[in-house]
């Protein structure tokens, strides 16, 4: 995988950070430039994302990336990691945390809740993944505008429209289709540490019911779904809190 590196201190957890569906790993770099620069950072272009190709003749899912998350953490980085996952992002790190145990100090999930993982029926899973294989790019450009706010800026709307769109559907939509139908219920069993969720304004009611007590939430309520794009500086010192809080 295509991925940054920072280097930090060793007896420090290494920070990584785990991009969104159809995003890349240069959507985290204002949060690269804003952690202190004692904590070493991984921030992975997943495959099929950004600079990272898709794998040839098997499908993406949430399970086969947070084996690669697994593999990426156990090549580059010695002790203790902490996990932070934007939207999907957040499925793979929670999944990854499953499998490395004692090794994750915490996970942090950026607004990925945003979707009540677990409470979708298999009728309305395949009523949101018709609308991406009838039209991605449209489908694409709905999902920003449903997921924004008043403070999402036109030119944030505009570039994720743009980059988001040139994804292959050919590994996107049966990725689409895993973390639609993804359920967290295992991964949270067989966690060994804590989790925390920065929020936008967005989640629905029945994700907070169905999630809300497996971690604690931090909830910018102006905010949409890409909040740590849209506003850097108040979304940065809630990161680093937390940061702070499982180093």
């Given at each position: 995988m295509a991925v940054t590196v920072r280097e930090g201190n060793t007896n420090q957890p290494?920070?990584?950070?785990?991009?969104?569906?159809?995003?890349?790993?240069?959507?985290?770099?204002?949060?690269?430039?804003?952690?202190?620069?004692?904590?070493p950072v991984l921030a992975p272009d997943l495959p099929g994302h950004g600079d990272t190709a898709a794998p040839d003749g098997s499908p993406l899912s949430i399970g086969t990336l947070a084996d690669d998350v697994v593999r990426l953490i156990q090549d580059h980085a010695n002790g203790k990691v902490i996990l932070v996952?934007?939207?999907?992002?957040?499925?793979?790190?929670?999944?990854?945390a499953a499998r490395l145990g004692d090794r994750v100090r915490g996970v942090i999930l950026v607004d990925t809740f945003v979707i009540d993982y677990g409470g979708l029926d298999e009728e309305t899973q395949e009523g949101i993944h018709k609308a991406f294989r009838d039209n991605f790019s449209g489908a694409i450009a709905g999902l920003i505008e449903d997921t924004s706010?008043?403070?999402?800026?036109?030119?944030?709307?505009?570039?994720?429209?743009?980059?988001?769109?040139?994804?292959?559907?050919?590994?996107?939509?049966?990725?689409?289709?895993?973390?639609?139908?993804?359920?967290?219920?295992?991964?949270?069993?067989?966690?060994?540490?804590?989790?925390?969720?920065?929020?936008?304004?967005?989640?629905?009611?029945?994700?907070?019911?169905?999630?809300?007590?497996?971690?604690?939430?931090?909830?910018?309520?102006?905010?949409?779904?890409?909040?740590?794009?849209?506003?850097?500086?108040?979304?940065?010192?809630?990161?680093?809190?937390?940061?702070?809080?499982?180093?």
């Open positions: 290494v920070i990584v950070l785990i991009h969104g569906w159809t995003c890349r790993r240069t959507y985290w770099q204002p949060q690269i430039d804003a952690l202190p620069p004692e904590f996952g934007h939207s999907m992002g957040g499925a793979v790190s929670l999944e990854a706010t008043g403070a999402t800026p036109a030119s944030l709307k505009e570039r994720l429209r743009k980059e988001m769109s040139e994804a292959d559907p050919e590994w996107a939509l049966p990725l689409w289709k895993s973390l639609l139908g993804w359920n967290p219920e295992q991964a949270f069993q067989r966690l060994r540490c804590e989790v925390h969720a920065i929020n936008g304004g967005l989640i629905p009611d029945s994700a907070r019911e169905r999630w809300g007590g497996k971690m604690t939430e931090t909830v910018l309520a102006e905010g949409g779904h890409f909040l740590q794009m849209e506003d850097p500086q108040g979304f940065n010192p809630h990161l680093v809190e937390v940061i702070r809080r499982y180093a």
